[in-house]
């Protein structure tokens, strides 16, 4: 049995490598890091095509690098059954995947720019296959290796695993967390990373997965399908295993 030499198997890989790519769709917004950020978030072979029907939203000027509001509406598609945002050359480059269960299409948040960079959400279907659409920001940059505010005034502590929350079917959650990248000298990574809804019967209503590219203290909306009168839950871990748990009310206040 002739065993195969290290550069055949090298050939091979890089053939591999070359067909995966190859399924990938043009990328209109011409990123050098397409191939890359898709492999990561989609996975080798995914069904991949752009598609306007997913609107991202965002201002046309980052003026905070550090705080930059995006929403992703993909409403007016059938079966979506996963949000994804990725920042193609952000070191973290996927700060929310969000898995919905019974829920609508819709996600808001506030991500940090750590330079020019395109934006984009992406949702995938319940066949498998994925829709993205967005565009190119302009950003200062610095937004993921500068040290967050909390930390600079040195109040951080204080305010660790506050929560304030609103409504049910237009769900808000507001954590003080200082989302630590890891970045800055002699500040591990610390951050907010997982996040669950569910109903008053135990359903699961989502789960987002979130990194620190989101924003300190991390805002995000959703739209959970919330009976009426129905009492929602959350429940969040951050990275040191700290929980915060609560219930979502129809007025805004800290955490029930």
Request: aromatic share 6%; proline share 6%.
């Amino acid at each position: 049995m002739r065993i195969a030499s290290g550069s055949f198997i090298a050939a091979l890989a890089l053939a591999a490598a070359s067909a995966s790519a190859a399924t990938l769709p043009a990328d209109p917004l011409a990123s050098p890091m397409w191939d890359f950020v898709a492999d990561q978030a989609f996975g080798a072979g995914a069904r991949v095509a752009f598609d306007p029907r997913v609107k991202v939203r965002f201002p046309g000027i980052a003026e905070n690098q550090r705080v930059f509001p995006v929403q992703v509406d993909a409403r007016g598609i059938p079966d979506v059954k996963r949000i994804v945002i990725l920042v193609d050359l952000n070191p973290i480059q996927i700060p929310i995947d969000y898995r919905l269960d019974d829920a609508d299409a819709f996600v808001a948040t506030r991500i940090k720019l750590d330079q020019r960079t395109p934006v984009r959400g992406a949702v995938q279907l319940a066949d498998g296959s994925w829709l993205v659409s967005g565009g190119w920001i302009d950003a200062a940059g610095g937004g993921c290796s500068a040290p967050p505010a909390s930390r600079v005034k040195g109040d951080w502590a204080q305010h660790l695993g506050e929560v304030r929350c609103a409504g049910t079917t237009r769900a808000q959650l507001a954590f003080r967390h200082p989302m630590d990248t890891g970045f800055v000298n002699n500040i591990s990574s610390y951050d907010v990373d997982e996040l669950a809804l569910t109903g008053a019967d135990g359903r699961s209503l989502g789960k987002v997965k979130i990194q620190a590219a989101v924003s300190e203290d991390p805002v995000l909306t959703m739209l959970p399908r919330a009976r009426a009168g129905e009492a929602v839950r959350f429940h969040a871990r951050d990275t040191n295993g700290i929980e915060y748990r609560g219930t979502l009310t129809d007025r805004a206040g800290p955490a029930a």
